[in-house]
């Protein structure tokens, strides 16, 4: 299927159309990728028995929407994200950094994005809806609506696919998306479908973040993960000067070799990333195991049970944020007894409305980082 309009060539938009390129060729990077992904499957299948209930969504998604927004130059720190949410939670007027608020929309719409039922198509609605808490409040953004004429939108520094053809295009490729993958699996079909939403290109704004939020999805919905937790945008931030340049190259040229490029960057990408994700939780349970016997000898076995699912939810906290069902004199009782044994510290110190923030060292120098 191909869809275009007649300009001259240094005009001339994305033509779209599926890869002319054999998806059950022998893909070089496919066996190693496969392996990688199912394993960090297992890994991941086994942390909320292991973690007391908390899943992937806590342990990567800060992270995930730090490195996609990186790729679009905004500079916030999975860190900086976790004290944003625990500013944001106190009653006191706060000043928010643009950048960490525009990278908190991209971990807001991840998490929406994730609650839609496995069993549910993706659908242009859906899109839109994400979309709109993406770009709440960004101006020009035209949110949770797709691109139309006489917009030109540019993907790799090239018009994308004619505004007038972006919902037939789009239509397509959702339709491709839903397709039970063939014999070539669904890593590769992931890759493809990646590349032509970049460059079909269909929103006035946020096309890489919202690509880039899709392919967890899509890799669930194929069958290679069992929930959408395998985030790419680290590995893609660390080799984006490929990730650049191959999307460039199928704006340009598209031949079936610039095709077999990218699924093997791709498939590199997936490999990596989940050695990466899977080494990661690894490093989780250690710091958990090693946080939960400090817990329980300071403050028990009852404040263990309380607080270390919500220490690994998020390693920044407030007594109210935490307290749950439990009196916030109880909690506060604890947090005291873990800042004495140098479990937990003081971040910054209460002052008449201004609440005391907490952070757990062990977990935030985990889960913060990049």
């Known amino acids: ?3 275009s309009f007649q300009m001259a060539a ?8 599926r890869p002319p390129v054999d998806l059950t060729r022998g ?18 299948a ?8 908390v899943t992937y969504r806590d342990l990567l998604y800060r992270m995930e929407a730090s490195s996609s927004s990186a790729i679009e130059g905004v500079e ?91 919902q037939k295009c789009m239509d397509d490729l959702l339709e491709f998306m839903a397709e039970d993958p063939g014999q070539e699996g669904p890593l590769v079909r992931v890759a493809i479908a990646h590349a032509q939403f970049e460059l079909i290109h269909p929103f006035h704004d946020g096309n890489g973040r919202m690509g880039r939020m899709l392919m967890p999805l899509h890799l669930m919905r194929a069958g290679a993960t069992t929930e959408p937790n395998l985030v790419l945008s ?21 031949t079936s070799e610039d095709w077999v490029a990218w699924v093997e960057f791709m ?10 994700h899977a080494g990661y939780f690894l490093l989780i349970r250690k710091a958990f195991d090693a946080l939960s016997k400090a817990t329980v000898a300071a403050a028990g076995q009852r404040a263990a049970d309380h607080l270390l699912p919500r220490f690994l939810s998020t390693p920044a906290f407030t007594v109210p944020s935490i307290a749950g069902d439990e009196t916030r004199v109880t909690v506060r009782k604890w947090l005291d007894k873990l800042v004495t044994a140098k479990v937990v510290k003081v971040e910054r110190p209460g002052v008449r409305r201004r609440a005391t923030i907490y952070v757990c060292p062990g977990l935030m120098n985990v ?3 990049k």
Request: hydrophobic share 40%; aromatic share 8%.
């Open 267 to 276: 498939l590199k990408v997936m490999r990596e990333q989940a050695v990466e």
């Open 10 to 17: 240094k005009d001339a938009p994305y033509e779209y159309r």
């Open 234 to 254: 680290g590995q893609l931030y660390a080799n984006r000067e490929d990730y650049r340049h191959l999307l460039a190259n199928l704006h340009k040229r598209g």
């Open 1 to 3: 299927m191909t869809y």
């Open 367 to 369: 889960l913060g980082r």
């Open 76 to 166: 916030a720190s999975a860190r900086q994200l976790i004290m944003d949410e625990v500013l944001a939670g106190t009653e006191e007027a706060v000043t928010r950094d643009e950048q960490v608020r525009e990278a908190a929309r991209s971990l807001a719409a991840m998490n929406e994005a994730a609650e839609l039922p496995a069993k549910r198509p993706i659908t242009p609605s859906f899109l839109f809806k994400v979309h709109t808490t993406l770009m709440e409040g960004a101006p020009g953004a035209h949110p949770g609506k797709f691109r139309k004429p006489p917009y030109v939108g540019y993907a790799a520094g090239r018009p994308a696919v004619d505004s007038a053809l972006v």
């Open 27 to 44: 893909w070089a990077g496919l066996s190693a990728a496969t392996a990688a992904v199912t394993r960090f499957d297992m890994v991941s």
């Open 46 to 53: 086994s942390l909320p028995a292991v973690l007391k209930g």
